[in-house]
Structure formats: structure tokens, C-alpha cells
């Protein structure tokens, strides 16, 4: 699955025209410019969909700069593909369904970059904040442990723009409600961006409970669950339930799919991010004092745009 990257012409000229200056060839640690320049590089001209703000032509014609003959090179080779005409207005209202979820935005207007990623929910990058934000795209810092003496707190320093979150989780019914609603908010509370204007769409996938599992055993936490779960319209009320606790300010929708009794994964996705839990996300006193693995995975890493796609579109019950 290639990389949507909506390229403003000016910022790809700018990104390559005040790039650091190599004065060492030796090894670069992740968090020095020439090191994250090239990485930016990488993705600008490997498995990448370009989408340019100018035609074919004004293209051709500027293509005595170094970058456009790098970038021309690479579509020739057919490591990236160009589309010309293709990057939205974005002072004007522009319909964000139809932009791709992990789709960045590269943009030269230094000014205005907080507030369109703030209005959208997703990831725009200046010429000015190119360093500011590369640990979004490209760190090492890819695992947490969640047990007694730690909580979901601990991923608000992955804090990133999102319009969008599943929670893949078979078990998150399994404890009693002053459990879930804990983990639950926590949870949120450390992903969700505080300053996002728009709906964010959040998508829960689990098992609904039961008063006994598929073996006949009973569910010794069903009374908690009863009054939402054993009702007809039991979707539209597990829906309710979980905004209320987490909407506060933030303009939220959840859509709650029900999954099979044979998944076992425990995910949760957003828009650049891919995290994975042990456990789960909703854990109880056992599964604090055990501790839980928790793997951040970061979409420019190999394979897991894919892994990503490949969840999100994972058919569900009807």
C-alpha cells in the first residue's frame, strides 16, 4: 500500500533547497536534521502517491530543480506516483471523507499550519516545523508496559492530530463498569487531540456480553451490563454510553461492531498510529499486577500500513 502525501510544490522546493548540511558521513542519531531529512526523503520518493497543487505542465517546466529531476526519476523507475491538479482547497471547506485516513499534508504555509490540522484531524507539515514533527512519523520508540505503576497516561507523549480511532478489543465488556470507564477515559483522554474542531469518528469493535459465555459458564460481571446489553436496542445504547463518558468538550461519534467469539486481537488504529496490547485496553487488578506489553507501531515503519488497512477493513457482524 503506497503513502498518501499531499505535496505542496513550494515546500517540496523548500524542503530540499534548506536541507542541513552534511559535514560527516558517520552514523546519525534519530534525532538530528540530516537523519530526519532523510527520512522525510525516503518517503517522499519511495512506494509514495504525490498529490501536487500544480498541472503537468508547470511541473515539466520547473523541472530543471534538483528535487523535481529526484522525483521525476523515481516515478520513471514507478518507485512513486505523481497526480497532478489533486491537492484540495484547504482555506475552503473540503470533503474529508473522501481524503485517504493516513494521508499527510506537506504545506509551505508556515502560518496557517496548526490551524488546518486542528480543523481536520490530520497531519500537516511545514517547511518551518519539519523537525518539530518528525517523531510522529519516524522514532524508535515503539514499546510501553502498562502495570501497577503506570496507566494509559503514559501514551500521551504519543499525543498526534486524528479524525479517526478503532478500538478492536473482544474483551473491553469483561470487567465491571467502574473498570471500563476508568481505562476507558483514560485511554481516550490520551489520544484524543484537545484542539480538534471536527467529529472525530471512533469505532469500537467487541464482543457483546452475555449473561453466560459459549461453554455455559456464568458472566459474574453481567449485572453490570444487563440494563445496556439486554435490550433490543442495545447497540444505539452501548453507543451512548461510551460518548458520554469521554465526549467532554470534543465532538465525538462512536459506532459500536459487534466481532466474532474467535477474534483474540486487541488493537487500536488511528490515523498514523497503530498500537497493540497484550491484554487488551480495559484491564483488570490481575492483568495490572501481570503487566501488559504495550507495541506503538508508526505507519512509516515496513509492513504496518498495511496491517493497518488490512484491520480496518476486517468484516464484521452484521
Known amino acids: ?46 512506494n509514495s502517491n504525490l498529490y ?8 515539466i517546466n520547473k523541472s530543471n530543480h534538483p528535487f523535481v529531476k529526484m522525483i521525476m526519476k523515481k516515478k520513471t523507475e ?10 484540495p482547497q484547504l482555506f475552503k471547506d473540503f470533503d474529508i471523507d473522501q481524503i485517504q485516513k493516513h494521508a499527510i499534508f506537506f504545506i509551505s504555509d508556515n502560518e496557517n499550519c496548526e490551524q488546518l490540522q486542528n480543523n481536520y484531524g490530520m497531519l500537516f507539515i511545514s517547511n ?13 520508540d515503539t514499546f510501553r508496559k502498562i502495570d501497577n505503576n503506570t496507566d494509559w497516561n503514559i501514551l500521551k507523549q504519543f499525543g498526534h492530530p486524528c479524525n479517526f480511532i478503532l478500538l478492536i478489543d473482544n474483551f473491553i465488556f469483561s470487567n465491571e463498569k467502574s473498570i471500563f470507564e476508568k481505562d476507558f477515559k483514560m485511554l481516550f483522554d490520551s489520544l484524543l487531540p484537545q484542539k480538534h474542531k471536527r ?12 449473561a453466560k459465555d459459549l461453554s455455559g459458564k456464568e458472566n459474574k460481571h453481567w449485572k453490570d451490563w444487563k440494563e445496556i446489553f439486554d435490550d433490543d436496542d442495545w447497540k444505539n445504547k452501548v453507543e451512548i454510553y461510551c460518548e458520554e463518558i469521554i465526549k467532554e468538550k470534543r465532538p465525538i461519534k462512536i459506532k459500536f461492531q459487534e466481532i466474532d467469539n474467535s477474534e483474540h486481537d486487541r488493537h487500536l488504529i488511528t490515523n498514523y498510529y497503530w498500537f497493540s496490547s497484550g491484554y487488551g485496553f480495559i484491564l483488570n487488578h490481575n492483568q495490572r499486577a501481570k503487566g501488559t506489553d ?4 508508526h505507519i512509516t515503519q515496513p509492513y504496518v500500513l498495511d496491517r493497518m488497512d488490512e484491520l480496518i477493513n476486517k468484516k464484521t457482524k452484521e
Open 78 to 87: 514507478g518507485s512513486i506516483k505523481l497526480k497532478f491538479d489533486r491537492f
Open 199 to 210: 467529529c472525530i469518528s471512533i469505532t469500537i469493535r467487541a464482543k457483546r456480553p452475555s
Open 294 to 297: 504495550i507495541h506503538i507501531h
Open 52 to 59: 501536487l497543487n500544480i498541472c503537468v505542465e508547470d511541473f
Open 128 to 140: 518551518d516545523d519539519l523537525y518539530r514533527k518528525a517523531s510522529i512519523l519516524f522514532s524508535d
Open 1 to 46: 500500500m503506497r503513502y498518501s502525501l499531499y505535496c505542496e510544490y513550494n515546500f517540496l522546493t523548500g524542503f530540499y533547497d534548506n536541507r542541513p548540511i552534511i559535514k560527516d558521513e558517520g552514523i546519525f542519531s534519530e534525532d538530528t536534521q540530516i537523519y530526519m531529512w532523510k527520512k522525510y526523503c525516503d518517503l517522499f520518493l519511495k
